[in-house]
């Protein structure tokens, strides 16, 4: 392990100094290289979902284990529009002069080498190969276990256009321990390691927070809400709240609890509970909910629950303050919305809700590094330091200053 990261650092170094044009150049014949391979990832896809199915693996992790030609060539693309982002290297932040004379810049730098622990989705690996290699950083990945052939080949693929252009394969690459010992290992590196960032489950996220001695991002859970407020427009209420739960119920920017203002209850609760059995959704209810709706009911432990699969907990509350008060107890800070028309209403829930990412009349799903421009993310982070929400390149950096002098000594 420490042979191994001991040559990522010296990788580090390498792609430091490498300019925009060039990254730029290698990141689309990535993008190409994934495009000419895509029979041999497909090949090594169906490895992994027949483990999956044998393994009796949920229908929502089954669909982001997945890979066909669609998916592979959106991962190409993701990594075109990655390298057609602004350099995120090299730029002067800030930058003045003080009365020493000294001239003083605030300059954006690579962090070094970032180890990213992930679960299921093999699109990660080259999402998040693509977002280090941009911002100049080597990349550690694990992917889990049931996504390994298909990590593995895409892995071997990127590594090949590194080598092709003599570089080291080392700027991306795979654990070459994924066992819980080498996760142990890697953790604990700080003298090769200079970040983390683990998405995936609570389990995960607790055993990494707890005991890595290399600074933590946490990608943590999407316990998401979408409040439906009287003030709402109930036909535009009804779209984001189906959309927010049911376009993909296996991601952790799908809602996992809808809130209902108790003066439109009577109203939307019983055409949501038709809504729902269209798409098979699973309900459960608080005691109030269950006074409309016939459904079974929803314990604390259901509220405080990241379902990533096909079930909703409803709760009935009293206004916005209801809301807001919910979300404070149960709420992840990931993403939450609120719908309605009233601006009043909606800037308190913006300025009230402590999460990542609040949205007002729009679905949770939108919470992802493509759709807010990124090209993709290296997760979304539930931290408040050093970075928050989506994170593209700008926030797999950090700074240094530069300072100029001519001469100056301190009295």
């Keep these: 392990m420490e042979t191994f990261l001991h040559k990522a650092k010296i990788a580090a170094a390498v792609i430091g100094t490498m300019g925009a044009g060039e990254k730029n150049r290698l990141l689309g014949q990535m993008a190409d290289a994934l495009e000419s391979d895509i029979s041999r990832i497909v090949q090594a896809n169906e490895q992994d979902m027949k483990y999956a199915k044998n393994n009796n693996l949920s229908s929502a992790m089954i669909d982001r284990l997945g890979l066909d030609e669609s998916r592979i060539k959106a991962m190409a693309n993701s990594i075109r529009e ?6 995120p290297v090299g730029r002067v932040l800030d930058g003045w002069q ?3 004379g000294l001239s003083i810049q605030k300059v954006s730098i690579p962090i070094g080498v970032i180890g990213i622990i992930y679960e299921s989705r093999p699109n990660v690996t080259s999402d998040t190969a693509a977002l280090c290699f941009k911002s100049s950083n080597v990349c550690v990945l694990k992917g889990g276990k049931e996504a390994q052939h298909s990590n593995q080949v895409i892995a071997d693929i990127l590594q090949e256009v590194l080598v092709k252009n003599n570089l080291p ?3 991306i690459s795979l654990l070459p321990d994924a066992s819980r010992e080498g996760v142990a290992q890697l953790i604990k590196m700080d003298k090769y390691v200079d970040l983390i960032i683990p998405r995936g489950g609570e389990g995960l996220i ?3 927070s707890e005991n890595a001695t290399v600074p933590v991002v946490k990608h943590d859970k999407g316990l998401c809400h979408v409040y439906i407020d009287e003030d709402a427009c109930l036909d535009k209420a009804r779209n984001i709240v189906l959309n927010a739960k049911c376009r993909r119920t296996g991601i952790c920017n799908a809602m996992e609890t809808l809130l209902v203002d108790i ?7 019983p055409e949501y509970l038709e809504a729902f059995k269209v798409y098979e959704t699973e309900l459960r209810g608080c005691e109030r909910t269950r006074s409309f709706i016939d459904i079974a009911e929803a314990s604390d432990e ?3 629950t990241e379902y990533l699969d096909n079930i909703l907990s409803i709760k009935v509350v009293d206004g916005v303050e209801g809301a807001i008060e919910h979300i404070s107890k149960y709420g992840s800070g990931h993403s939450e919305s609120i719908v309605t028309e009233n601006y009043t209403t909606g800037e308190k829930f913006l300025n009230a809700i402590d999460a990542a990412c609040v949205y007002i009349n729009a679905s949770t799903q939108f919470t992802d590094g493509g759709e807010f421009g990124f090209g993709a993310e ?3 982070s539930t931290n408040k ?3 928050r929400g989506p994170m593209g390149i700008n926030d797999l950096t950090t700074y240094k200053y530069k300072i100029y002098g001519n001469g100056q000594t301190r009295a």
């Excluded at 990655?82 to 350099?87: D, P, V, Y």
């Excluded at 003066?263 to 609760?269: D, G």
């Design 169 to 171: 394969k080392e700027i």
């Design 98 to 100: 003080v009365e020493s």
């Design 263 to 269: 003066a439109v209850a009577p109203l939307v609760l």
């Design 378 to 380: 290296v997760g979304i």
């Design 302 to 304: 259901d509220f405080d």
């Design 82 to 87: 990655i390298a057609a982002l602004k350099e």
């Design 385 to 387: 330091l050093h970075a």
């Design 206 to 208: 607790r055993y990494v």
